[in-house]
């Protein structure tokens, strides 16, 4: 779960009264809060506290709760937070790193015998997946493929709210592997990529955009993937489930819901997700729990997909004794798709997954994909991260002066330069280093900036 760099989140209450005077017969307005951070539950059920009140008293209501919330904590990994905010408190976990994954929400204990009681949110940022992808439960493979492939979909709801859960539901669906391409919760004509999403002389991106316009109906019918959805309801039995339909079937007037794609599945149907899920429904078992199974099916499908890749991956890395402490540190081998390949006979997603299918195809079309491109880079950040530690670990247990003995002093000013580079580079990267290793390179510096004539001493203290 990260911060996003590039786009802000704006999460939205929305008013509708009816006005005689008004020209169109209703009042309405809508109160916005924007984020960088993906924090879905925690700022809709921070809406649904403050905008009714602001609605009634306007600006002085408002800025009293920027004051509260300007006291508010910075939200730290693995932390729970008590947030005040007009008499109530909301109490919420904040996701880490180190969180074991489809692990439920640490349960919370109010050390503090907060009162009033407060408000627990059990998840952050997580969705009812199960409400959400109710009407298409027997086509989550299908789903989960073309997420993980980067392909581009159309959802079209009857709301912006299922819309916009839609879209976040799908981008969810590949945790604990990230998302790498776009998506739009919530499209309108009056975006600014309308032209570029619209257009048919070129493809379309790779990208996830919800709609509720019927307009797009006819403006996205080139679009590969469209996903028709109606209103979500929760009832006692499995909501009737949309069909896939070829997309030459797409009636710009009367659209019902369905997939609408020419896309055939790698793999097999997993019938027992469904069963399991039916099951569920019928000993009215509550959302969270079948959430919660749903989830789990997500997670362990995408980890028998990266797992094999994770073990490639590790087997690029230089063994510890070839990094040495005067040798910039060896290179980690290149990501060959052929060598990965030829791993899966033994050690492919068939030991973890029971799935059949065409394991070999989805792991290709896979590598065209922006979701491959953002695993390895970041994948080969945290390796060439992890070799500059190992490198200024080898430098701190190496002998330095012996080193020096026979170095003229060009060789030795140069080494100066280079450890104080690393330095630099291992503080504002926060390398995987210890500080005392840190200090100790440090100290190798003064030792090797004493060594040297005093002219020479004064410039590299200056510099």
Known sequence: LQQESAHYFGYVYFRQVKDSSMKRGYFQKSLVLVSRLPYVNLFQSLLQLIAPEYFDKLEPCLEAVCNEIDQWPPPVPGQTLNLPVMGVVIQVRIPSRVDKPGSSPVKQFNQENLLPAPLVLPSIHELDLFRCFQPVLIHIQMLWELM??????????????????????????????????????????????????????????????????????????????????????????????????????????????????????????????????????????????????????????????????????????????????????????????????????????????????????????????????????????????????????????????AWMKDKSEVEIVDLVLKLREKLVRARCQHLPVKEETLQRVGLYIETIIGSLPEDLQTVLHHH
């Open 148 to 401: 993980l492939l980067g392909e581009p979909i159309v959802v079209m709801a009857p709301s912006p709210t299922v819309s916009s859960e839609m879209v976040l539901a799908l981008t969810s669906c590949l945790a604990p592997l990230r998302y790498c391409c776009d998506y739009r919760p919530y499209f309108t004509i009056h975006d600014s990529e309308f032209k570029e999403y619209t257009t048919r002389t070129q493809a379309p991106p790779n990208i996830v955009v919800g709609v509720t316009n019927p307009f797009f109906i006819k403006t996205l019918q080139h679009w590969p993937h469209i996903l028709r959805v109606g209103e979500l309801r929760m009832s006692g039995d499995l909501p009737k489930q949309v069909k896939v339909k070829k997309l030459a079937k797409l009636k710009t007037l009367d659209t019902k819901p369905g997939i609408y794609t020419s896309y055939k599945t790698f793999l097999h149907k997993d019938k027992t997700l469904i069963k399991r899920l039916l099951k569920g429904i019928q000993r009215k078992r509550p959302s969270e729990v079948q959430s919660a199974l749903l989830r789990r099916h997500l997670l362990e499908l995408t980890q028998s997909f990266i797992i094999p890749l994770e073990h490639y991956i590790a087997s690029l890395m230089p063994l510890q004794r070839a990094i040495t402490p005067w040798k910039n540190p060896p290179q980690i081998r290149p990501f060959r798709q052929e060598d990965f390949m030829k791993t899966l006979e033994h050690a492919g997603p068939q030991l973890t997954c029971v799935l059949k299918g065409d394991w070999l195809g989805l792991y290709r079309r896979f590598f065209k994909s922006p979701n491959f491109d953002g695993w390895y880079r970041q994948r080969h950040k945290e390796m060439t991260q992890k070799l500059e530690a190992l490198h200024l670990e080898a430098i701190c247990e190496a002998n330095i002066v």
